[in-house]
């Protein structure tokens, strides 16, 4: 192997020709956003594969802007000052970042504040940053091409809740459909004259009108916004969830129902400490708790996913090509991943054609993760041989890797766990793996055993020194190497391709100089 890049294929293969490579692409490779909400003001810088970001940078100052303005019909003051004294150091930061020039976007409590157009010059006048006040239905775009850069061509209801306003969007074959803004925001809801009441006959009057506007809307819902991430830690901790990633974080009908009825009898702050939620946070999840029940009970959605991605992520997807759009984000990430790290870049493709046949018959979902983990085989070989599994484990299930429910995370990161060591018992991950049953895991367990065996016959990228015949009704695995392979079978590969037959239950047979 020289190291050197063999992703030739057409774009739309599997190891096609990664785009962070191409200039379009590399001009998104550093971009900052600065999204000036109701409640938070945000910069994010995004780095890395432009198809699935890093976020190089990413900082949050919780202003309240839209607090109070229920009575008076202005900014908060002091909120005021603080997102101005937030958007100078954002501004610094990204030029010493290289992130400029920042796109700045404000939404509810600009848009509808008697002084947001004073604000924006005093902002302009300062820091020389221009704020573009969108309208909700641009927001609600906006927060729609944020979910479709994690899951490229879905179909579903995005909902996205700020501090002053709640907006709906449709998403379908990647494309965004109607949308609609609405006032249904916690920090209105909590100024509201009439108590409990009054606010919950106005949450189920609204929502009525929603439903008119939106038509029947059965399929995924996408929960984007703050308040809706804080539920789903509190979710998470009424049920004793194991794995921490809010992206892709599922909840049923049901589960939001008992959640609700959680925080309506909870100690908030024993219940804000024990998840790590700020008070600012936490003063206003009773509310966004109340509007969720009625949003799930109304809408009657299938399932239920939290989206990290919203508005931040929708103003970089805007700027994409469609070909970048079209790409799918974790085998573009994965290529990153490997381009950056692996000792022998182009490898994992390489194996991938190797070990391929053990998953001919595999669907399409799984074959895309066998994909994914043949690029990222190599890319921790820095750590301490000791803990380089459970770094491999750790880093795949939590990374900000794109288009992974939670199972498939831990799938993903139990094979990598097997790359380097053969028993998965006995780790701080035990837990995770009950996210996965017994046949996923042993599945895991095959891939991870035949990337440790495949990575041992490196070659030349000219040649495949052999290829895997598996036959899973008779259960038998052949080995065929070319006679300049054969010396790579020596002592540890006989070993490893013997745990390998023994994952998958099978007899082994080794054959060298015959194809």
Avoid at 413 to 418: I, K
């Amino acid at each position: 192997m020289d190291g050197s890049d063999h992703s030739v294929a057409d774009d739309g293969e599997p190891f096609g020709r990664p785009l962070f490579r191409d200039a379009s692409a590399r001009a998104l490779s550093r971009v900052g956003v600065v999204d000036v909400g109701s409640n938070s003001v945000r910069l994010v810088v995004f780095d890395g594969a432009a198809r699935s970001p890093a976020y190089f940078y990413n900082e949050k100052i919780m202003c309240a802007l839209g607090a109070g303005f229920a009575e008076t019909g202005r900014l908060n003051p002091e909120g005021r000052a603080r997102a101005l004294a937030a958007l100078a150091r954002f501004q610094l930061l990204a030029e010493g970042m290289g992130a400029t020039p920042l796109t700045v976007v404000a939404t509810a409590a600009v848009r509808d504040a008697a002084d947001g157009a004073e604000f924006r010059a005093e902002v302009e006048g300062e820091t020389g940053l221009k704020l573009w006040v969108i309208d909700g239905r641009e927001e609600a775009r906006l927060s729609a091409q944020g979910v479709l850069l994690g899951w490229p061509g879905s179909y579903g209801l995005v909902c996205d809740i700020g501090g002053s306003s709640m907006e709906l969007a449709e998403i379908f074959e990647g494309r965004v459909g109607r949308r609609v803004s609405s006032q249904l925001g916690p920090l209105r809801l909590r100024d509201m004259p009439g108590g409990k009441k009054a606010r919950t006959a106005h949450i189920a009057e609204v929502m009525e009108q929603l439903a008119a506007e939106m038509g029947p809307q059965h399929n995924r819902l996408f929960l984007v916004g703050g308040s809706w991430r804080a539920i789903a830690r509190i979710d998470m901790e009424r049920r004793g969830y194991p794995l921490h990633v809010l992206h892709e974080y599922r909840m049923t009908a049901k589960a939001v129902s008992q959640t609700v009825k959680f925080i309506e009898k909870a100690d908030l702050e024993a219940l804000r400490t024990a998840c790590n939620i700020s008070s600012s946070r936490m003063s206003l999840v009773p509310y966004a708790a109340e509007v969720l029940g009625r949003l799930v009970r109304r809408f009657q959605p299938k399932d239920i996913a939290l989206s990290s991605y919203g508005i931040r992520e929708g103003l970089l997807y805007e700027q994409m090509p469609q070909r970048l759009r079209d790409r799918d984000p974790l085998i573009e990430s994965c290529l990153f991943s490997e381009a950056k790290d692996a000792r022998l870049p182009g490898f994992g493709r390489k194996l991938h054609e190797f070990i391929r046949p053990l998953f001919r018959n595999a669907p399409e979902a799984k074959k895309r993760l066998v994909q994914a983990a043949c690029l990222l085989h190599d890319v921790s070989w820095r750590a301490h041989p000791d803990y380089r599994a459970e770094i491999c484990f750790d880093n795949a299930t939590r990374a900000n890797l794109g288009g992974l429910k939670h199972s498939e995370r831990v799938f993903l990161g139990l094979a990598l766990m097997h790359r380097y060591r053969n028993k998965r018992e006995g780790t701080r991950f035990d837990r995770l793996y009950d996210l996965l049953d017994e046949p996923e895991r042993n599945e895991a367990e095959v891939l991870g055993k035949a990337m440790r065996f495949g990575a041992m016959l490196w070659m030349s990228n000219e040649e495949q020194p052999g290829e895997l015949r598996w036959f899973p009704k008779k259960k038998i695995l052949q080995l065929h190497l070319s006679a300049d392979a054969a010396p790579l079978y020596g002592e540890v590969a006989e070993a490893r391709f013997q745990s390998l037959g023994a994952a998958l239950g099978a007899e082994i047979s080794v054959n060298i100089g015959r194809r």
